[in-house]
């Protein structure tokens, strides 16, 4: 397979972009890369190359986090997210791609107004979700994943339900996806939906993951959240809109 110029933009934008939201705000892969990236390339062509580029950010981004997740919290989950990957994998490979869009649009919508509703009228309360409840949220995530790669709306709301605060929280699920994205990976190359070249070109951006997760640590930091958070909102509104009206 020979990747043509087009493609080879759009591996180059996954790479930067999956770096960056990793650093920043590890839903905005799922809910703002993806969705932006749907509207010019092709469903599987897109979920398949981000796949690759969270698996490469996950070693390229770890020293920036080193030792700030709380493992206690990620070896729960990680068992549940390997079921889920395998499971929504399945899904995601016979499902026609009208249905894989429209249910992306619907997951930014979702994301939209409870986090909407957080910003500008005090926040919603945190989910009461139990320690011991990190096995079924694996498990939600990983399919969540495996069709959408907003895996990490559901790991972050079991990571706030736990009280852990937003350094720890991004370190926490980088981790995670350092465990659990091979298989994914993996069970995309079974499925049909990676090849040779595209596992190559994906290996080949590192540096560029490196260069916005690099970008996205230095910013996470000094940006106001608000700010952060409202433009965030507004690109996967965007998007969401984009998929459920086309």
């Known amino acids: 397979m020979e990747l043509t110029q087009y493609e080879i933009l759009a591996i180059i934008l996954g790479a930067f972009g999956t770096g960056f939201f990793k650093s920043t705000f590890s839903m905005g892969i799922g809910l703002v890369l993806v969705p932006f990236m749907l509207?010019?390339?092709?469903?599987?062509?897109v979920i398949g190359i981000i796949s690759i580029h969270m698996l490469v950010?996950?070693?390229?981004?770890i020293h920036l986090f080193w030792k700030q997740w709380e493992w206690r919290l990620a070896k729960l989950v990680i068992p549940g997210f390997y079921v889920g990957i395998i499971s929504g994998t399945a899904i995601l490979a016979s499902l026609p791609d009208f249905w894989i869009r429209k249910f992306i649009g619907f997951i930014c919508v979702v994301f939209i107004f409870s986090q909407g509703w957080s910003e500008f009228k005090g926040g919603l309360p945190t989910p009461r979700?139990?320690?011991?409840?990190?096995?079924?949220?694996?498990?939600?995530?990983?399919v969540v994943s495996a069709l959408t790669h907003t895996?990490?709306?559901?790991?972050?709301?079991?990571?706030?339900?736990?009280?852990v605060k937003k350094v720890n929280l991004?370190?926490?699920?980088?981790?995670?996806w350092l465990f659990v994205n091979p298989v994914k990976v993996s069970a995309y190359y079974a499925a049909g939906l990676l090849n040779n070249t595209l596992l190559i070109?994906?290996?080949?951006?590192?540096?560029?993951a490196f260069s916005g997760g690099w970008i996205g640590r230095k910013l996470l930091d000094k940006m106001s959240q608000r700010f952060f958070n409202t433009t965030i909102l507004a690109l996967a509104a965007a998007a969401a809109i984009r998929l459920l009206w086309e």
Request: proline letters at 4%; glycine letters at 16%.
């Open 39 to 45: 509207i010019f390339w092709p469903t599987r062509f």
């Open 129 to 142: 979700i139990g320690k011991s409840a990190g096995a079924i949220i694996g498990l939600i995530g990983g």
């Open 201 to 208: 070109a994906g290996a080949a951006s590192i540096p560029l």
């Open 57 to 61: 950010s996950d070693y390229a981004l």
């Open 151 to 163: 895996g990490g709306t559901v790991l972050t709301l079991y990571l706030l339900s736990q009280g």
């Open 170 to 176: 991004v370190a926490t699920i980088l981790i995670t």
